[in-house]
């Protein structure tokens, strides 16, 4: 008799839950279609969310600070509010079941212009202010209670369990269903979910071939039974990487004849059967080339390939 094959683990499912909804595990950031680089003309922006719409996507990611300050500071009123006006008004316009759909959105964090025109970020997480923009971004989706609300970020100059604390008065408020937390390491999970309970349903951290979740927060994410979100699945467009680190993921694609973003996305949903990854677009294409990754298997020995551990 031959030698046993080895069956393959089994492959995680393309859909799952997160704050109350059962949904495809690619979803769609709209950071790109917001801040700098982003379409001069919104209506492509918002054509952009209907195409992922209509292509599968049923969760949007957006943010209270993705908005361009007009001149340095933070931004006047005008400036703000521009991510979370465009996903309210494509889902207005969208023709397909909106009850379907997820939508977060992140509090904590501005936007900042310098005097020589470099936008930047700044941390504001201190709990009036957080709770304050919370309000507001429920105003500006056009929502009684916002699905999912993350903290953008842990202020250094708060303590984390007073933003923790923050988060947990807006979902006994009913301002937030449910919330998540975001850039953070294995400690600030701890202090959240301590704080939270189940509350607390998801943690948002950059995970790409480019950054590699150093802290293990996924495996964190994993012992929680939390959801993990990773931003930046593509590696980001707004600081540079070492292309390099795509080779691997370039050469997988060229033997299933596809784009090597469609490869890395479907190599991170193999990852952890509650990832949900978010990438960016501009343009229809894009987004309809990403959401194809559902729909793309790779085999355990890609899988193990792309994750460093094997050669071929």
């Known amino acids: 008799m031959g030698d046993a094959v080895a069956a393959e683990p089994p492959y995680p499912s393309q859909v799952a839950e997160l704050a109350g909804f059962s949904i495809p595990r690619l979803g769609m950031g709209t950071m790109a279609l917001a801040i700098e680089g982003r379409p001069a003309d919104r209506e492509q922006a918002i054509m952009t969310i209907h195409a992922a719409l209509d292509a599968g996507v049923r969760y949007l990611d957006t943010a209270w600070s993705y908005y361009l300050p007009s001149k340095p500071g933070t931004g006047e009123p005008d400036d703000m509010g521009y991510g979370e006006y465009l996903v309210r008004d494509a889902l207005a316009s969208w023709n397909g079941p909106r009850d379907e759909v997820l ?80 850039r953070i390491g294995n400690a600030d999970i701890a202090t959240a979910h301590r704080i939270l309970g189940s509350r607390l349903v998801a943690v948002q951290n950059q995970f790409s071939p480019v950054h590699r979740d150093p802290e293990h927060t996924m495996a964190t994410c994993s012992k929680l039974g939390l959801a993990f979100v990773c931003w930046s699945p593509l590696g980001g467009f707004l600081d540079p990487f070492n292309e390099h680190l795509f080779d691997r993921f370039r050469e997988i694609a060229a033997a299933h004849d596809c784009s090597y973003q469609r490869i890395t996305l479907a190599w991170e949903l193999a990852q952890y059967p509650y990832l949900f990854t978010i990438p960016s677009a501009r343009n229809p294409h894009e987004i309809e080339d990403s959401f194809q990754a559902v729909d793309l298997r790779l085999s355990q020995g890609e899988i193990e390939y792309l994750n460093g551990n094997a050669a071929r």
């Open 103 to 182: 939508v977060a959105t992140k509090t904590g964090w501005l936007r900042t212009l310098d005097s020589e025109g470099n936008y930047g970020w700044q941390a504001d997480a201190r709990p009036e202010t957080m709770i304050a923009n919370a309000k507001e971004s429920a105003l500006r989706l056009g929502v009684d209670a916002i699905d999912l609300l993350y903290s953008h970020c842990n202020d250094p100059q708060v303590p984390y369990e007073d933003q923790m604390g923050a988060l947990k008065q807006l979902v006994d408020e009913g301002v937030a269903k449910t919330v998540g937390i975001s």
